[in-house]
């Protein structure tokens, strides 16, 4: 990781996600019924939990809508979250309406086209190895996880790595009693 991608994530407030092949793999399945499924990773959930903790903010901000994403979304108390947009810039301006943050203090990480509106404007532009290259020359930082397989929590890894909360956040977990 280089020293320009610490200093731009030391600055983030706010961690911006995609859906579809950021916090899943990518693919849409569908059963006979007509029944949209999709897989979320365990390990990416516990850090936007963490992260949130450290005093991050995570939102969301997809082109589809699903239930399933807004059941996920509370599951992890994510509030900020806007779903069915394909203009993503705008539903950002409409997100942090309001809100005390710059747009060098937000990452957001994507995966194809739609998100380079956002990417392009922000300050940490985040994506996956098996994002369109259109994105990933783009982005400052790739996970080494593909989408839906712990990407996300590499990137809430860093963030807490450059902002100093990482080992206060792994302290309870390695703790031993004597």
Same mark, same amino acid.
């Given at each position: 990781?280089?020293?320009?991608?610490?200093?731009?994530?030391?600055?983030?407030?706010?961690?911006? =996600?995609?859906?579809?092949?950021?916090?899943?793999?990518?693919?849409?399945?569908?059963?006979?019924?007509?029944?949209? =499924?999709?897989?979320?990773?365990?390990?990416?959930?516990?850090?936007?939990?963490?992260?949130?903790?450290?005093?991050?903010?995570?939102?969301?901000?997809?082109?589809?809508?699903?239930?399933?994403?807004?059941?996920?979304? #509370?599951? =992890?108390?994510?509030?900020?979250?806007?779903?069915?947009?394909?203009?993503?810039?705008?539903?950002?301006?409409?997100?942090?309406?309001?809100?005390?943050?710059?747009?060098?203090?937000?990452?957001?990480?994507?995966?194809?086209?739609?998100?380079?509106?956002?990417?392009?404007?922000?300050?940490?532009? =985040?994506?996956?190895?098996?994002?369109?290259?259109?994105?990933?020359? #783009?982005?400052?930082?790739?996970?080494?996880?593909?989408?839906?397989?712990?990407?996300?929590?590499?990137?809430?890894?860093?963030?807490?790595?450059?902002?100093?909360?990482?080992?206060?956040?792994?302290?309870?977990?390695?703790?031993?009693?004597?």
């Amino acid at each position: 990781m280089t020293e320009e991608t610490l200093t731009r994530a030391r600055r983030i407030k706010l961690l911006l =996600l995609d859906v579809d092949g950021v916090l899943t793999d990518c693919k849409l399945y569908f059963d006979n019924a007509g029944n949209e =499924l999709k897989a979320f990773n365990t390990l990416d959930g516990q850090g936007i939990k963490l992260l949130q903790k450290s005093g991050v903010k995570v939102g969301i901000i997809t082109g589809r809508s699903s239930a399933l994403v807004a059941r996920r979304a #509370r599951d =992890l108390g994510i509030e900020l979250i806007i779903q069915g947009r394909e203009d993503k810039w705008q539903a950002l301006q409409e997100m942090i309406e309001g809100m005390d943050i710059a747009l060098n203090e937000i990452a957001h990480m994507g995966d194809d086209w739609p998100d380079l509106s956002i990417m392009a404007r922000v300050g940490l532009a =985040l994506s996956v190895p098996n994002g369109h290259s259109a994105v990933t020359e #783009r982005a400052h930082w790739i996970s080494h996880n593909r989408g839906g397989n712990g990407a996300v929590r590499d990137a809430c890894d860093l963030i807490m790595q450059a902002q100093g909360t990482y080992a206060a956040m792994l302290a309870p977990f390695i703790a031993t009693e004597d």
